[in-house]
């Protein structure tokens, strides 16, 4: 927002000001000034076995960074936030203080010096490498082996759990053990009695070329997920929580991108359990554009996808876009049964840092509200990380390929079926059309239209 653009640029001025006229004011340091901010904004990535690109636990690991540090939180590039001003507030908002900011700078400014070791606060405390307490930890019973070179299958791996009773889940952390080469990870429950997988083999890659998932038709129940930037997940929404029934299995659906080198990886999971009965069920819904169409060389491909909420009750509570290479930026958009519209989410997209977004108060959606999501690609050969811009894109689920996709965190009523919750409409029912674009927002009945 501009106020807030306004406030950094005279926040800096004015403390540049000050400081020169009184000649005396203490220049910020490191221990004192720096390392809170640090632990506070950065550490639940840069440290070891997360996923920023370097430590910066401590002054010796921090001081080389210092002019990069400046220059990436000036521009706003760290801590990272996709999601534009005045659409809707996050109780997740990562963005760093105006004040902070200010220190920052001017801590490297006066040449980064360490300070007074007495002047450190107390050292960030991790719990053995998790960001979550786990009351439960399950692992792939074996490491799967990743190919040095080429395209793999997702590796699909049916882990025997056997849940002894009915599970309500708060929090998920879903750790691969080689950051290296995971692209993202999609965990879900096999209910008991289901057939899905029934020909795998307990612990052993199941390999296929899509997500298993998306053909688990009933009792898919999503249950974690892993990508850069995403993090643990909780569901505690004011006492809502995920349900996993007594028998249960897990399914880890990974998606190994190699790097080069022949290694493996052997990733796990941790859950908190809820102390007491919820009040609502967390349920994770992904509606997706199956029908999009991208043409060669389009810098601003459009592709929209529609539900409609078939229920009462239901709050919205979660965004994350999903996007490939080519994604430039993602808006949802609720279109209610009174006719009004409203803004949820807006904001750019980074393939290689894919965030959630949890809303600061739950948005409810009566029965018939329509869930849009709108989509802008670039499939020019501008776009650096374009594979191929004389290609016409379809959907799929290679990095190659493209998705329009969201996942959206919604409460609904614990007796209510998930599957039931929405259902596609609108341009999400047409069919594909080789060489055509979209579907785009001309194929969608908007509100005050006839």
């Known amino acids: 927002m501009t106020f807030r653009r306004f406030s950094l640029s005279s926040f800096l001025v004015g403390m540049a000001g000050t400081a020169a006229m009184a000649g005396t004011s203490p220049s910020p340091t490191f221990n004192k000034d ?22 910066l636990l401590n002054y010796t690991e921090v001081r080389p960074w210092a002019k990069a540090i400046k220059k990436s939180v000036i521009e706003k590039k760290m801590p990272p936030w996709f999601a534009d001003d005045g659409y809707s507030h996050f109780r997740n908002d990562r ?46 019973p074996e490491p799967v082996h990743i190919q040095a070179k080429g395209a793999m299958k997702y590796q699909n791996i049916l882990v025997k759990v056997n ?20 692209h993202h990870i999609r965990l879900d429950v096999r209910e008991p009695g289901s057939n899905w997988m029934d020909d795998a083999i307990p612990g052993k890659p199941y390999p296929t070329d899509d997500e298993v998932s998306s ?84 810098p601003n491909a459009e592709v929209v996808e529609e539900v409609t909420v078939m229920q009462d009750n239901a709050r919205l509570v979660y965004v994350q876009p999903h996007m490939h290479l080519r994604g430039k930026d993602y808006e949802l958009r609720l279109l209610y049964p009174t006719g009004e519209s409203q803004i949820v989410y807006k904001g750019k997209f980074n393939f290689e840092w894919q965030q959630g977004f949890d809303l600061e108060k739950p948005i409810v959606m009566p029965k018939g509200t329509r869930i849009l999501g709108i989509s802008h690609f670039d499939n020019s050969a501008n776009n650096p990380f374009n594979p191929d811009a004389t290609l ?54 908007l509100p005050g239209q006839k």
């Open 34 to 55: 720096v390392l809170p901010i640090l632990q506070n904004n950065c550490l639940e990535c840069h440290r070891p076995g997360e996923a920023g690109p370097m430590s």
């Open 95 to 140: 963005r760093m203080s105006a004040a902070d900011i200010a220190t920052v700078v001017a801590w490297v400014d006066s040449g980064a010096p360490e300070g007074d070791a007495k002047d450190k606060p107390a050292p960030a405390k991790f719990n053995d490498g998790w960001n979550i307490k786990p009351d439960m930890i399950v692992q792939m």
């Open 163 to 182: 849940f002894p009773e009915d599970t309500w889940v708060v929090a998920a952390e879903v750790r691969p053990s080689n950051l290296s080469v995971v």
């Open 215 to 298: 053909r688990n038709g009933s009792g898919e129940n999503l249950l974690g997920k892993y990508n850069p930037g995403l993090g643990a997940q909780n569901f505690d929404m004011g006492g809502s929580a995920k349900f996993v029934p007594k028998g249960s299995d897990l399914v880890f659906s990974m998606h190994y991108t190699p790097n080069g080198t022949e290694t493996t990886d052997q990733t796990k999971v941790g859950f908190v359990f809820a102390k007491t009965k919820p009040n609502s069920r967390y349920i994770t819904l992904n509606p997706s554009a199956n029908n999009l169409v991208i043409p060669a060389g389009d």
């Open 392 to 445: 016409e894109v379809v959907n799929g689920e290679q990095t190659w390929e493209e998705m329009s996709a969201v996942f959206l965190g919604v409460l609904i009523p614990v007796d209510v079926d998930p599957l039931k919750v929405t259902k596609r409409t609108g341009p999400s029912l047409l069919t594909k059309v080789p060489g055509q674009a979209g579907p785009t927002l001309a194929s969608v009945q």
